[in-house]
């Protein structure tokens, strides 16, 4: 309990600016780890299929486009994950430094459709408007892109 004075309030702001402090901080190691964990998961994939390639004088050419096309495909994960960390990163410094313009949404999902298009093919998954192919944003077309790529990530 702290006093009924100026100085009592000043301790109570203290300790919760404090307990802030360390919510904050738990958060960012809990961030830290998954990024972590996130990120290794395609690296080794991808360190797995070349390894199994070099590693394979009998392999035939089919069988290695493929183990490269899985090791792209893994490649790109990679990307976006790095992507998506700088975005967080970007939103955490200061949300005032994103550029806003006019974001004409099926361009950005067919940028996205041709990013994911060989995971979008192995797991038989057809992106389908179903809105306007005029619809247009007033947004960052950064921060749009990820939450829609997340959004069709979700479905490989």
Same mark, same amino acid.
């Given at each position: 309990?702290?006093?009924?004075?100026?100085?009592?309030?000043?301790?109570?702001?203290?300790?919760?600016?404090?307990?802030?402090?360390?919510k904050?901080k738990?958060?960012?190691?809990?961030?830290s780890?998954?990024?972590?964990?996130?990120?290794?998961?395609?690296?080794?994939?991808?360190r797995?299929?070349?390894?199994?390639?070099?590693?394979?004088?009998? @392999?035939?050419?089919? @069988?290695?486009?493929?183990?490269?096309?899985?090791?792209?495909?893994?490649?790109?994960?990679?990307?976006?994950?790095?992507?998506?960390?700088?975005?967080?990163?970007?939103l955490?410094?200061?949300?005032?430094?994103?550029?806003?313009?006019?974001?004409?949404?099926?361009?950005?999902?067919?940028?996205?459709?041709d990013?994911?298009d060989?995971?979008?093919?192995?797991?038989?998954?057809?992106?389908?408007?179903?809105?306007?192919?005029?619809?247009?944003?007033?947004g960052?077309?950064?921060?749009?892109?990820?939450?829609?790529?997340?959004?069709?990530?979700?479905?490989?």
């Open positions: 309990t702290f006093s009924n004075d100026e100085f009592g309030e000043i301790c109570k702001r203290v300790i919760d600016t404090f307990d802030q402090f360390e904050t738990l958060y960012k190691q809990q961030l780890q998954n990024v972590s964990h996130e990120l290794k998961t395609p690296i080794t994939a991808i797995a299929y070349l390894e199994t390639i070099l590693n394979s004088a009998e @392999m035939d050419r089919e @069988m290695i486009l493929k183990f490269v096309d899985k090791a792209y495909s893994q490649s790109l994960r990679l990307s976006s994950l790095i992507l998506d960390v700088s975005t967080l990163n970007k955490d410094e200061r949300s005032d430094t994103f550029q806003n313009e006019e974001v004409i949404i099926s361009k950005c999902i067919n940028a996205i459709r990013e994911l060989s995971p979008l093919r192995q797991n038989n998954v057809t992106l389908k408007y179903l809105f306007s192919t005029n619809l247009r944003l007033n960052c077309y950064t921060l749009i892109y990820s939450l829609f790529k997340k959004f069709t990530k979700k479905y490989l």
